[in-house]
């Protein structure tokens, strides 16, 4: 390439410092010289050019000269002359010429510097000149070059480029010329130079912007939006199999550019600027494209074009008479696009923009406006906006108590009836019936979920994001998105009646249970974002305002979403943990609707195969394990809203209390009982080949590996803990002294790649202790997973949970989950053993609640708790299945063993509330050598002492009842 | 002149960390290394060959536009590569890297190739930031990393190339979607898409359903 040729061979006195004045001069003769480009000279002038920006830089920082001669000779004429020639390869040289002003103006630190440049108008001059645009390169340094001299403006530059004498501002107007280029670092190169104009000071700048170039600037940027929207439009309606996603997740991404720029714009807060862009949304494309495109069948289909071309007349009259550019044909799209679409991009609007005059209008015609103004157009219902905003004005001035005495002051609430609770939150705006508000009602229509929640997602992101506008004020709001306060006595500022909006309520409790049916088609994100609206419209003062009626059904709901997750408790063999893995994902990240709002794959209808790489919580689920995931979910989310409306606090999760574990450098006393039953010593073999001498421990849910104490007999401190029921243990077939010990990592979520906490030989002083080591630890894994899956079983007031789980279950796990019975892979599988304490799977969807109920009702009947004794085989079936799913392993612990013993049930089973932290002091209990029948009587006592675990009684003769009908 | 393929990178990190340094350094490497001036560009594009392919890359910096939410989202939309750059002689850069990935994650299109760059490896003495901690943050995060110099030129080269090279094996691979330039990445004039639609990613559908038990 011409660059590694040397230009500098011939004799022409070239100094030998590149960085002094006289190296300039040598330069600007070499430019006086070639003032004609052609074949021959065109490298030369490159490097010349080149170099004389490096030297200019220098000079700046260095050598005031060096810029004193660069201007003095006006050099700069020099490259305007050279760029205006159009002989060959002149692109070439137009590029380093404008590399090299780059250069120039990017790295001038010097003021007067940057004056000297700007003064003689070279620079204005080289900005209008037509280069050759359809040169890519000669197009992105252009433009590059014009973004980097927008960013050097400020009060003092702008006078530079913009003329107020002469109403001329080239480099806003020769930029934006360019602002639909197809390429996109040439039209994100323009929006920033737009920016950075509008945000210099300058009145009389501004008012030219404004004057001369607003209104077409705006009514293209507006058009285009249009015309994009439409095509986002068609995407959607012509791919219901997902077969463009990419293209769809573009022209998604794109229209968020665009608002993202119009908001920037907004933000910048440029009074005339923002009235004119805001017209022009409203105008021509929010209320016409956006907003009626969700009305209803309903409407004359005839108005709105009528509407339309008078609207279009009379913007063009308005342009005519001030833009000279009318290039662009401004009809507003006549076409509507589908409400779905419709609504997606009103979502995104509103959780975007939050200038006031934009999204309060929204808001208004969205929540207020009735038909009969709204058959009259576009036109008529922004006059009625401002009319109403007049009036609203005048009455608060006039009247400020009026609002006190609408109601009567109603009586204590614990007074009166539901019903009347009911009929007296209905306020007038709901009492006018919804249909007469035609854009309210298609978006309430939308939430309907029965067939599927498509539309319901969209219709709850936009009633979302309306609510957490701060663009929106409160009172358009009021009773529609918030709870409205009502003071029902004058004196006493106690006597507060709140109402809220029970019409939408219904709507989202409806959704709620929905959600809580087994086979239903509403995904986890509408249910999450459901809730989320749900404690938002209801919650007034930090406290729930609910009326009974509502109360009662969304505690029905978490009745139902906790008999449904109880279909899956063990169904699954890794439930306990999925449950945990769930939890810890769900409380990472709560749900961000403005990021899911930018996902296009929610704008495809719902689908339920994970190849179309949509993420779980937007899709249906596939499979029986992301049935149980779904379940879960519904369960964590129902629970925590009730918490939430309730005013309480979680108590029961995450299984794991974290405060009751062990940590890492922690002195323990272990001569207390809790730890010195198993006190090991060992030696740990790390894989690297180090060797340390440990005592193990192991607790009731971790396992430790201490050193002893230096400072307290008998006191260790904890060098390494993980959990128990992430252990993996395996002998050694060549040494009877070793084990072998994998501890996982607890699923955070975080991380994909689970490199295990800890992976390395153990050897045991003698195998007595080797095997007693090995014993405890696959116990205490079993017990650990026993123990959480009894929390489990408390959560989902699963009856009876103070059996023994499902023995292929627990001794499954995640980790060997092969090894585990054919029939725990089919959750549907009828023939359970009789031992299995959970309820049966209870998938009729409706006829979930009244089983449930009905269970209830018979469990709690005492008579028949006393009646129905545990079932005799019931503990020698689960043995036997149980020491079949072992047979590999030799010297496992006795069957029975794994009973978790009396004290610690009748614990669990009379403090269900704070359970979790004492889980992990009660003393680890002695096991080891328990006979079978010792062992069964405890747990009878426990059957029938306690209520809660008497549940279980009923329920196994349930159960292998059913099992037997159907096995017979 | 004519390319096989035209990538897009941008580049992101702190103010001060010699990105625009960094630009020039590559895109005209003549400017040389002088001990007391500082020199960069906001913009530029080089040819280079990888596979016996010529390649244009085109580098956008996108300092000073911080401000406008607008821009920053669109530039990570549009740009096959990025370069993550730090200053190894300020730990605060470097802490900052997490927010900068973040971001780049949040806007770009996951394919995006992100590379990370120590700069300023010619200032030894004056190291806050360990290389191993560099090498630890990009095993962590997944991306490329390496040590650079715009001063003394260290690594510029391979920086970018590399960068680029991963890409041209996405594409090879069929990851990117080449016929949508939003991705960042264009065809040649002369290399007009013979073989229509390379698969997209999450591309597949069709056997929607027969999943489903």
Redesign the interface.
Known sequence: MFRSRSWFGGGWGRPKNPHSLEHLKYLYNVLSRNQTVSEHNRGLLVETLRSIAEILIWGDQNDSSVFDFFLEKNMLSFFLRIMRQRSGGSSFVCVQLLQTLNILFENIRNETSLYYLLSNNHVNSIIVHKFDFSDEEVMAYYISFLKTLSLKLNAHTIHFFYNEHTNDFPLYTEAIKFFNHPESMVRIAVRTLTLNVYKVEDASMLAFIRDRTAAPYFSNIVWFIGKHIQELDACVRNDADHQSQNRLSDLVAEHLDHLHYLNDILCLNITDLNQVLTDHLLHKLLIPLYIYSLSTVRKPTGGVEAIAKALNQKLNLNESSSSSNGGISHEPSTGKVSCVVALFLLSQVCLIISHSPVVQTLAWIILKSDRSIYDKGVEKLLEAYELEMKQNGKKEEASGSENSFKDDVIEEHKNITDEEKQRLAITPTESESVSEKPFLETVYNALDCSENDYAALFALTLLYAMAYNKGIMPDINEQVLRPKKTYTSKTLSRDVRYTYNTYLVDKLLYIVLLSCQPSCRVRLVTLELALKLLVQLVMADGKSVLLESHKLTIESAKTQSTALLRNFYKSEEIFLDMFEHEYCDMSKTSLNVEWLCMDSAILLPPTGTPMTGIDFTKRLPCGEVERARRAIRVFFLVRNVVLTLNGELETQLPLTNPQSCVQIEQALDLSISRYNSDLIACTVLWKDGTKTRRFLVIDVLQLILVEPDTKRLGWGVAKLVGFLQDIEVTGDKDDSRCLHITIHRPLSGTTTNRVPLLSAKFVFDDNIRCMAAKQRLTKGRIKARQKKMQHIARLLEIPGQSGPPSPAFVGGGLYNRSTGRGLRDRPFALSRGPGFAAPRWESPPGVTHRTDESRRHRDSDPKILKKEDRTPNRSRDSSSSRTKSREGSPRMPRPRSEEIPLELIKKASNSVIDMAPKIAIVPRPQVKEESEEVEKKPEEEVSISSEETSFIASERRNSKKDGNVETV | ?SYAYLF?YIIIGDTGVGK?CLL?QFT?K???P?H??????????RMITIDGKQIKL?I?DTA??EA????T???Y??AAGALLVYDITRRETFNHLTTWLDDAR?HSNSNMVIMLIGNKSDLESRREVKKEEGEAFAREHGLVFMETSAKTAANVEEAFINTAKEIYEKIQEGVF?IN???NGIKIGPQHSPTNPSLP??????????S???
């Open positions: 002149m897009k625009s020039l005209d003549r400017f040389q002088v007391d001036l500082t020199i960069g560009v906001e913009f530029g594009a085109q956008w000073g536009q406008f939410r607008s821009i989202r669109s530039y939309r549009g949040q979607d949508n330039e939003a997209g990613a999450g591309g597949a559908g069709g056997s929607q359903g999943s489903c038990c």
